[in-house]
């Protein structure tokens, strides 16, 4: 595996492939981010990873500072799963200078749930993003569905600035409890780490709501809610809404339950596409 931490050397290195499957990262690999390395290796001619921790997408109040940097053994799993280019890129290197011009994604899908809660942060996730395509130039480009909303708002910034990039979704690789694999459950103590998969818990409870046929969607939200505030839990939002633009269902469509809670200090989020009836 090639590290790379320059732009000229990207460039350089990249240039005799036609077909580089992207893997946009900020480190601290777990199984979840393996998995999108295997599905980009056989969609190009040339897998590139990228480890990057974005401050643009960290509100002040965040964690950037405290972001587990996990070098070695990041480079280690990498080379594993395949992968052939690392890009690594210092914060000189990708913002040489104040990176004033950023990309504001269409706020009907972003400045809702996580963009609600934590404003700025697809403002942040599209412009490094962004950049990040414009340094790699792949033609695929590979993220995890645990973050949901995360592939819809890049899947419509490529699709609106016509990039030439196919955007493939992973499915979320989960703990045998069914928690979502997450490098923010490293935070968590071992009481914590017991109680978290109570978040997937709550997502299969309104999945089995929606399924055994219940409509009043505010219900089994604020039913949610209750179940999770009730254990101890702060969640931010337990809502239903359309996968195809996460806005509040109003038929029969294709549904997916999202969640966003914090347990103690560490805030996780989750999300279940639910299965449709035959
Ligand atoms: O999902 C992530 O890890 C980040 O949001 C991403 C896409 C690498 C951008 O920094």
């Not at 690999?29 to 643009?56: C, E, K, M, Y």
């Not at 996730?125 to 695929?140: E, G």
Request: charged share 25%; aromatic share 8%.
């Amino acid at each position: 595996m090639h590290v790379i931490r320059t732009l000229p050397e990207l460039r350089d290195h990249l240039g005799r492939f036609e077909r580089p499957a992207f893997v946009p990262t900020m480190g601290n690999l777990h199984d979840g981010h393996l998995d999108l390395v295997r599905q980009a290796r056989p969609r190009g001619d040339v897998t590139v990873a990228s480890i990057f921790v974005n401050r643009l997408q960290f509100l002040p109040h965040e964690d950037f500072d405290t972001y587990p940097r996990t070098w070695d053994s990041d480079c280690d799993k990498l080379q594993a799963a395949g992968c052939d280019v690392l890009f690594a890129p210092d914060e000189r290197t990708l913002y040489p200078e104040p990176q004033t011009c950023k990309v504001h994604p269409d706020g009907a899908l972003a400045d809702i749930l996580e963009g609600h809660f934590r404003p700025g942060f697809f403002v942040g996730v599209c412009t490094v993003v962004m950049k990040l395509f414009a340094c790699v130039q792949p033609r695929v480009a590979v993220f995890g569905k645990k973050d949901y909303q995360q592939l819809l708002v890049i899947r419509h910034m490529v699709r609106q600035f016509a990039l030439p990039i196919e955007i493939v979704g992973s499915e979320t690789r989960r703990a045998d409890d069914g928690l979502a694999l997450s490098s923010r459950n490293g935070y968590l103590d071992q009481a914590a780490r017991t109680e978290a998969v109570q978040l997937s818990l709550a997502l299969k409870a309104m999945a089995a709501a929606v399924q055994a046929g219940e409509r009043d969607f505010a219900a089994i939200e604020a039913r949610a809610m209750q179940s999770l505030s009730a254990r101890g839990w702060q969640p931010d939002y337990m809502v239903l809404r359309r996968r195809a633009d996460l806005q509040a269902p109003t038929e029969a469509e294709p549904l997916v339950a999202l969640a966003a809670a914090r347990l103690g200090s560490t805030r996780l989020i989750d999300n279940l596409e639910i299965p449709q009836a035959a």
